[in-house]
Every structure is written in C-alpha cells, then in structure tokens.
C-alpha cells in the first residue's frame, strides 16, 4: 500500500508519524517514507511494506496531510506509475534537468583514451552548448585481451576537461560499487567542476548486489541500461532494486537486445519499448542507438544508421540520447566502428532537434483533439 501526502507539505515529518501510529497497530506491516524531487514540487511516500492485506485503506484516508491511498498489485512499487496526473518525471544533478520535458544529448567517447581527444571532444559539445556527455573509465568488455578503460587515472584528468567546457553531467559506468568512491574521491580533489551520472551497463543489470549498492548512494543519479538478453520486465525490476535500496534517481536507457535478426546491426534496435517504459513507470527514458546500431554507415538518404536510430527513440518519446562520437574513430580503442566524427555533432544536434519538435507538435495535435495539419489538408 502507499499512502501519498501532499505535495510541498511543511508537516510531512508529522504526517509520517501519524501514518507509523497507525500502521504499527497491524502485526507484520513496516513503514518505509520515500521523498521525490521534482521541478517544482517535493512528495512524499509512504510505503508499507509486508502484511498489508488486511490493512483497510479507511485507516490513513482521513489523516492530516494524507492525498490519496493507493494499494498496490503493481510490481514497480517505486518506479511505477500509481498517480499519473500528480506524479513527476525525472531528476535534478548539478544543475541539468532530466525528465521527460526536453532532450539531452549524452555525447562523448565510449572509452577515454588521451586528454587530447576529451578535450576535442569536449570543446566540440561546449561549441554546440551542450552541458552534458559520456565518458567511459571502466569498460567491461567481452574479451579480457581488449582495452579495459583507463580506470581511476584518467579521472583527474577528465573532470578538469569538463569543468574548463562547462560540461556538468557526465554519464559514466561503473562495474564495481569500488569505481563509486574512486569517482567520488576524484571529484572532490578537483572541487567538483562537474558531476557524475552512474551509468550500469547491460552487462551488469542483473548484477543485483551491484545493484543494490549503487541504490544505497545519494550522490549520483543513475543510467541503467537495459539487460541486453532478458526481457523489458526483468530490465525494469532492476531498476526498482535501485530505487528499492533508496535512490530513485534513475534514468533508464533502451539499447537494443542481442538477437542475430538484428543483423547487420550489432543488436536488435528496441525503440518500440520507449512508450511502454513512460506508462509503466515514472523513469525519464533514454536511447542509445550506438550500441544498438554499431556501425557509423550511411544510409542512401545520407543519414548514418545511427541518426535514424536516434530520431526512432525521440519520436517514440524518448528524452535523451548516449551516443558515441570520436575525433579520430579508427584510433578508438573501443568501439570505433560505431563512433561518428565531431564534424557529425552539430547535424546530430539540429536532427533531434527537429525530430523532437515534430514529436512536441503530434502529442499537442492529439491532445488538443485536432488532426495534425497536413493530415487534414
Ligand atoms: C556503454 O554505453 O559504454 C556500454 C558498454 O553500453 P552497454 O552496456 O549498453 O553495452
Ligand atoms: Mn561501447
């Protein structure tokens, strides 16, 4: 059962307590506050946990401060949707706004390799006005022969870059809960001149002490990257380990799932999935079509596979965008045959663009009962 207060209310502390008096009176129930951050309202949860069947919903509708009582057979207990027109989407880090209101482009190098091709990089994205980027430190890979990420070294390093490009997200993946205090170490000892999304890579998310671990931090927001082989809903339980443990700062990431129909992609591209994710749950949804894709070809229309991809995700609804860029991909030492050149983030940029308007102004036709204007004509 969860009992949701008021937005914004000054006596939540006192509510909790009157929601614990009388969730105490019935054996085996355990009482569990969450608090959600939005743009502009904070809520908070209360959740009760165990034995809650005999609990009857009367007993905390008429409780100060008390808006609505929901029981639920929903499975997303924290990351799912229980009062859509009240619930808010999304998270605030260093600044950057994620939610489902506008789309970020994470774009950077799958893997750090020299401060000079993170500094291109990075002056590229602060050309463009674009805060936010990817780096990978630790990479797992699928060969223990293949470059593994510089690790913790390249830290220092790499978060001076961003702060002297204005860069203030950087999504990062970690492998190991040890990676989260050496980022966290690591910043501090640069005064934080830019801040850290954890990213977990489809390789890791059923990792669930992992998991767990990255739930029971605060400081950095999460990307969870669906499992590549399991299903959406396995993917999605995941994610609810994060948020269980008590970080709902999450940002889930499609990326395509493993599968030989895919060819000639490196994965079968699962962009379909965007809606599905939205109504199921309250996480901001992002694509990564590189991975999904793996190849910087064109298509006849002089589109990379990779912009196509993107533009799938955004009119689908998604709000970000993780994808690879290199100033010299065939000197990348991971996955340079999917990395497009810098010269490419500038069209990149002006094609979410459009494609997300597009999106805005079908969702705004729909809502407003017209046709779309050239569908009427
Ligand atoms: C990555 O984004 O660097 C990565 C390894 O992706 P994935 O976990 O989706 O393979
Ligand atoms: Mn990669």
Not at 7 to 30: F, K, N
Not at 117 to 134: F, P, Q, Y
Not at 161 to 178: F, K, N, Q, V
Not at 188 to 217: C, D, F, S, W
Request: proline letters at 6%; a neutral charge.
């Amino acid at each position: 059962m969860i009992i949701i207060l008021e937005p914004d209310l000054a006596e939540h502390r006192a509510a909790v307590s009157a929601i614990r008096a009388v969730a105490e009176r019935y054996p085996g129930v355990t009482v569990k506050p969450y608090e959600f951050r939005g743009t502009s309202h904070r809520v908070t949860e209360v959740h009760l946990l165990g034995s809650t069947g005999a609990v009857p919903v009367a007993a905390f509708e008429g409780l100060p401060g008390v808006r609505q009582v929901v029981r639920v057979s929903a499975k997303y207990r924290l990351i799912g949707r229980h009062d859509p027109a009240h619930e808010t989407v999304g998270f605030e880090h260093n600044g950057v706004r994620i939610d489902d209101r506008s789309v970020h482009l994470f774009a950077g190098l799958c893997a750090v390799d020299t401060p000079a091709h993170v500094d291109a990089m990075m002056a590229a994205l602060a050309r463009e006005g674009i805060v936010t980027t990817r780096m990978g430190a630790y990479k797992p890979r699928s060969s223990p022969y293949d470059f593994q990420g510089l690790g913790k070294e390249c830290l220092p390093w790499v978060f001076e870059t961003a702060g002297r490009h204005g860069i203030r997200l950087i999504a990062m993946e970690t492998t190991d809960a040890s990676h989260l205090d050496e980022i966290w170490q690591a910043l501090e000892r640069a005064g934080h001149p830019t801040a850290v999304m954890v990213q977990i890579g489809t390789r890791n998310a059923q990792n669930y002490e992992l998991l767990k671990q990255i739930g029971r931090q605060q400081e950095f927001p999460v990307l969870f990257k669906r499992g590549m082989g399991i299903t959406l809903e396995e993917s999605l339980n995941a994610c609810e380990y994060v948020a269980s443990e008590g970080n709902p700062r999450i940002m889930f990431c499609l990326r395509g799932v493993k599968s030989h129909l895919g060819e000639p992609h490196r994965n079968l591209v699962d962009f379909a999935h965007v809606p599905v994710v939205r109504r199921q749950t309250r996480l901001p949804v992002c694509v990564d079509p590189s991975h999904s894709v793996g190849s910087s070809s064109r298509a006849p229309d002089g589109l990379p596979d990779i912009f196509h991809a993107a533009g799938q995700g955004i009119v689908a609804g998604a709000s970000a965008v993780l994808v690879d860029f290199h100033p010299h991909p065939e000197r990348a030492l991971c996955d340079g045959a999917q990395a497009l050149t810098l010269d490419m983030l500038g069209p990149l940029v002006e094609h979410v663009q459009r494609v997300r308007a597009a999106y805005e102004a079908s969702v705004a036709a729909i809502a407003s009962g017209s046709q779309p204007a050239q569908a009427s004509a």
